[in-house]
């Protein structure tokens, strides 16, 4: 390859290096530096099979953009302000036809395979874990995601990020039953809920929450199991696992000198989603029972209680 074609089959525009570098909107993720991150991305990728199909994705891209930008050029103003009236008409018509007198919860259950992994193999909850192969992962645990490890990420880049990083190969089967079972208590509150995919689901709970008002008290307590008490660690809620006991740091020691100059301090942290309420908060000190609400945010943390006890 001389110059002219290693020059124009270079990389050169940002789209390229914000696809291959880090996605960082997983939960779990907040405040890595990405310019270190990127950097041994980059730095592993060149060479590779992934790196050249990526280099194939970006000319794609380049020549659909280019195509659309010469069929832009042929657009007179005439048509132009036809379409945006077209576009006004529309944009009304679908104004006027909105319903927002629904409740629709949407579940998208956290770190899905990983936590079910992490459920039968307790030794992997407190260890940075992923579920996949070292071509692509699907998940990973909130470990694994302070070292920048996540879903759709090649494996040998993750092990580059996270050498000590453990990998678990994908069982469908299990997680398809685990889902069915989820899937039993969505049933419960939408029996005609929109799954997506095994872990994520529309629900329409408007006629639940008007049945739910006449509920008595009865109806809506339900008892902690025995066998999953406050302390447990980790505690799976509706399939995000949450640590609830500081990591000992002998087992979680995952030395990436470049992208850490020290040993990460949140080994030594609780790992907990910002977004979830601790158990603690919705436990009862007596009977072990808990009373939920009949409003939309009660009947969602009850759904996920019951997944939790599940």
């Known amino acids: 390859m001389d110059q002219k074609d290693e020059k124009e089959t270079a990389p050169s525009n940002d789209a390229f290096q914000y696809r291959m570098g880090l996605n960082d909107n997983k939960a779990g993720m907040e405040g890595l530096d990405k310019e270190k991150i990127n950097k041994i991305i980059m730095d592993a990728t060149k060479g590779s099979r992934f790196y ?43 104004e006027r036809r909105r319903n927002l007198s629904h ?39 909130y470990l694994a995601r302070r070292f920048g490890v996540r879903a759709a990420m090649p494996g040998f880049i993750a092990k580059r990020l996270c050498p000590n990083l453990v990998i678990v ?38 006629d639940h929450l008007e049945e739910r008002l006449t509920w008595p008290e009865d109806r809506r307590r339900f008892v902690k199991a025995s066998t999953l008490q406050k302390d447990d660690s980790p505690a799976v809620i509706a399939g995000l696992v949450t640590t609830t006991e500081p990591c000992e740091p002998e087992q979680t020691q995952c030395t990436s000198p470049v992208l850490f100059e020290d040993s990460p301090s949140f080994l030594n942290e609780p790992t907990l989603p910002q977004s979830l309420p601790d158990p603690a908060e919705i436990e009862e000190p007596t009977e072990n029972a808990i009373v939920f609400g009949t409003s939309a945010e009660e009947a969602v943390r009850e759904m996920r209680f019951r997944i939790e006890q599940k």
């Open 103 to 141: 409740v629709i919860v949407h579940v998208d259950m956290d770190a899905f395979y990983a936590a079910v992994e992490m459920r039968d193999s307790p030794e992997l909850r407190e260890k940075p874990m992923a579920v996949g192969s070292m071509s692509m992962l699907s998940t990973s645990n």
């Open 169 to 206: 190969p994908t069982n469908f089967d299990k997680y398809r039953e685990v889902s069915k079972e989820v899937r039993e208590i969505f049933a419960e509150y939408d029996p005609n809920f929109l799954p997506l995919s095994l872990d994520e689901a529309y629900l329409d709970i408007t």
């Open 52 to 94: 050249e199909n990526e280099l194939k994705k970006d000319q794609q891209v380049k020549q659909r953009i280019e195509k659309m930008l010469q069929q832009k050029a042929l657009l007179t103003s005439s048509q132009i302000n036809k379409a945006q009236i077209q576009v006004d008409r529309m944009a009304l018509e679908l």
